[in-house]
Every structure is written in C-alpha cells, then in structure tokens.
C-alpha cells in the first residue's frame, strides 16, 4: 500500500482505508484572487499523485478541494487575523465585484488543474455557498465552551480549550509570542493565540448570524467543509508545507472540538518551489504562470513531469532552463511511444512497471519512478511492443499523455529559440574554416538540445 510522510508524528506512514475501500483526502484549495504560479499548482499536484497511486491498488479516493471565495486576510499568515479581504482587495483594484472576481480566477483554476492533468476533485465547495455549515460548526463550538462570542458579533476559538494545539508544525501555545501588531493584542481576545472563527463587520459579502452581520475566518472554512463533505474520520490532509501553521494548528482544533477526537489520521505537506533560487511568489515577483510557460511554446505537462523529478517534500528549484528540458524528454517520450506502437504488441515489462510503482507507493518517489521510465526507454532488450505497453501502463500514475503522437504524422522538428542564429554563424565559422568556433557553436547547440552533424552538402541537424 501507499506509505506517506506524516508531518505530525514525523514519520512514513501507511495509508489504510478507515472504513470501506474508499480514503478521503482534504486539500485546502486556492484563495481565487488571482492566477496560480507553478509553485501553488505544485501543492495541488500532491493530492492527484495520492489518488493515482491509490488507484492502483482499487482504492477509491474520494477527494474534497475548497475553494476560497472569501474570508482569507492578506495577514492570515499571521495567527491574529485582521486586515483586508484578499478577494475583496483585488476586485477594488480590478473594478469587478467580489463574486465575478472569484469566478474568473476559479475557471483559470480550473483550466491550469486540468491542464496538469490534475483530476478533478470530487467535492469542490465554495465558501460563499457554506455559509450555514460554518454558522453550525461555530455554534456547536461555543456551545461546547471552545468558542466564545464578543460584543461587535465576531467570534474567538479559546486556543487553550485544546490541550494538543501545535502537534503538527511543533509551535506550543506556551512558547507563541504575542503578534508583532503597532496596535497591540486585541483586548477582546481572552488570549492572544485565540483567532477569529467569525469576523463582526457590515462591509460587502457579510451575512446574518446568531451573533450579528460578518463573515467567516479563512480556518473554519475548511473544517467545516471537511467534515460535511468527508465525514468525521479523514485518511489524509494535504498542504503546501507554510499552511501547517497556523491554519492547519486552527483547523485541527476546530474540527477536533467538535467531534471529540482527532479528525485527520495523517497530515501532510508538500514543500516549496523555488524559482532561479528564491521562493516562487508574487511579493518576490519570481512568479511564472502556466500560461507564461505555453507563451514559451513549451508543454504545460513539461511542467508536471519537471515537479515529480522532485519528492514532493523536498525543496526544488525550477529555472527555463529545466522546463525546456522536461519538455524535450516529454516530446521524445512521446515520440518513442508513437514508433513502438507500429511493433507487434508484447506483454509489459513487469519488473520495469512494479518497480516504478514500488516507488510512488514509497512516499511518491516520483524522482525514482522517473528513472525507471528513462532505463526502460533506452532498454533495447525490452521489445519495443513491451516498452510501448509499460509507458502506457506506467502512464496512469505519470499523467503526461504519453500516447499523445500515437498515429500522428511525426512533427517537423522545430528549432528551439536562438538555435536558428547559432546554425548560421556555425555555417559561416566552417565556410571561414575557423574550426574552434565551429565546435564551440557545435557544444552551444547541443546544449540547446540541437545535435549537428556535418555532411558533403554542408550541416544537418536533429
Ligand atoms: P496561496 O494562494 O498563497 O494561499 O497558496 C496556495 C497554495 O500554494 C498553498 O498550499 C501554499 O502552501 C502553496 N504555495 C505557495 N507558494 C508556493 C511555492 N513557492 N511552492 C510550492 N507551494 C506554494
Ligand atoms: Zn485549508
């Protein structure tokens, strides 16, 4: 079965379905003001390589994804929320409405998931249309003494009414520090670790409540949505590694508080992509789009199989350079798949597919699974009809369409940006009979992924 790297009991642990042949896995999803980077598309990738492993072994996932239309303040990062709406925010300066904003960045969601070949999710609620099941679970929390209201009509969860807060990402209440606010700790909080579940306000997107007009803090969002779409017992929680804290601390509390017992079996968290070695973000402004990336002429899937050369829990750095590169040995993949298909048909190579699916099993070792793929490519003593049955088989973990230029007429090749430039001078450097030039431009193509070879009728390239 499939092990997984828990983040809270920090270790590999297998996933065991808790009741029938289904496991139930929570992602928190985007807060839809704005498009996706390849870093943000990188953590949602993490659920889709759990479900097709799981797929493997007849395991039904069933997979529940929110989707933030409001309630996320640009200073949720910090455990005290206060501050702007980052839907909100963004619809004043793009002069839409809130609502129309959220719509537009939630299909552009949609298309770069699919783009991926992410599966869709089989829950994806908005928080907007989950008003009520907030408004019941904040209800149920007062009522059990973890909540308390306060006079303007927002409502605190009583961050020590949960003796276990901080088991994930290892932050004990005792040792937080106040927030770093000029304005101090808000005095209506009974402490200062205690957030917010409801926000008293009369501004644009506020409902009714028992406790007056507001609307819901980013954290009880996805509790309230994970329990209602999963149940009280979920497999596996997943998140890019910066949301162990404090929203997955907040909404483990919350959702544990409700029920009376740990609700998620296993966390876990995927780490960041760094671009040309920094964080990718927008306030690093390093962020490239999957639409910067089909602007290059490169393959969107160039960038999922450039993710899975990386465990999802290690740090990676991404750069042109190893985009173009995935999508070379996309497009060769492909072709290899399309020739093998013309050979007799074979039975797969069952030591190349169980080994490369031993490795997703292992904590999603794609680096290796990917190393399996490129052995199995060059293995001329596999039978091209077998090589062509265990891409294809191995592609149902892999995601990336390699069957995609089967019965196509093979592409013309086409030169990658600046190749054309470098054949020219190399055409005049051996017609100037200047040999070293010649080689240096020769070494400068093939770095391009451009071989030359030299004939009587002058260079050819492929
Ligand atoms: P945000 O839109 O900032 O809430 O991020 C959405 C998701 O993307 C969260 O799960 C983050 O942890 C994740 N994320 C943000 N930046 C990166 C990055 N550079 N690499 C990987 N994941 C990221
Ligand atoms: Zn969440």
Redo the contacts with the bound molecule.
Sequence with gaps: MLRLYDTRSRRLETVVPAGARAIRVYT????VY?F?????????LLPDLIRRSLDRHRVRPVVCQNI?DVG?LVDDEEIDPSGEDKVLQQARREGRSALELARYYEDAFRRDTAALNIRAPEHTPRATETIDLMVELIAKLIEKGHAYAVDDGSVFFDARSFPTYGEISGNRLDALKPGHRVEGVDPRKRFHADWALWKGSDRDMTWETPWGRGFPGWHIECSAMSLRFLGEHIDVHT?????RFPHHEDERAQSNSAVGHDVVKHWV???????DGR????STGNVVLLSDVEAAGLDPLAVRLALMEHRYRQQMNLTWDTLRAADRTLRRWRQRVAEWAESPSAPISAGHAERAQTAFDDDLDTPTALRVVRELERDDAVAPGSRFETFLHLDNVLGLDLSADIGRPPAAPVLPAGAAELLQARGQARDARDWAASDRLRDELAELGVKVVDTPDGQTWS
């Design positions: 928190c999803g985007p807060t704005r996706a980077h390849v870093g943000n598309l990188r953590s949602y933030t996320h998140g890019g590694k910066d949301l968290h995927g780490e960041h992509v760094l671009f964080k990718m973000a927008k």
